[in-house]
């Protein structure tokens, strides 16, 4: 018998194919993708499973009843397509980063363009720090296909305060408790890539003190916004 016949787990399901669908959306609202690239996942609370766009489906098309449902392997376990092909990557990290409720990977033009260059994004303003605690890192350059791709993120991760990762002549992969942070971070990213590009045309950006950094990343996270959605 399917695990996703238990109710909890057919309802929490259901819930998450509403919100991974309509948070597509802001993929392309906020110009962050082209055709079908792109895709937001979240983890099923408490099972092993995630919710992704399926492969090869326009963003017009993606509607709550098209997603798919996979294990962390990316397995299909329910849906009438073929999950997304960065469905490994994410379902890796899902296994490996409990605090991870969400998973975003996008192919943004300023972000891709550090991604390119494999060059950090300096933490040259207040928002980075807020936003990143620090340097936007470069993660390895990894197959598509395998679990290349989920351990250079885990691994990247796990050496920063930083939700996104740019990996190395790819894109960048942002990571939160769900998957609205998750697109957030990839927007807002997608924002300080474009800032920092345009100030080193214009010469050096200067890098904020470490200490103010520390100070800034601290306040954001658990002083500013309403209590509870410290970071919304
Ligand atoms: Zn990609």
Known sequence: MSILTMPAVREAV???????ADLHAELTRNSLVVWTAGNVSARVPGE??????????????LTADVMVVTDFEGRLVEGSHAPSSDTAAAGYVYAHLPEVGGVVHT?????????ARREPIPCVLTMMADEFGGDIPIGPFAMIGDDSIGRGLVQTLAGTRSKAVLMGGHGPF???PDARAAVKTAVMLEDVART??????????????QADIDRLYDRYQNVYGQKGTPTS
């Open 14 to 20: 259901d819930a998450l194919r509403v919100s991974v």
């Open 174 to 176: 942002t990571v939160g």
């Open 107 to 115: 192919h943004s033009t300023y972000a891709t363009a550090w991604c």
């Open 196 to 209: 920092v590009h345009v100030a080193s045309q214009l010469g050096n950006p200067w890098r904020l003190d």
């Open 48 to 61: 092993e499973l995630l919710v992704i766009k399926p492969s090869g489906v326009t963003y017009d098309q």
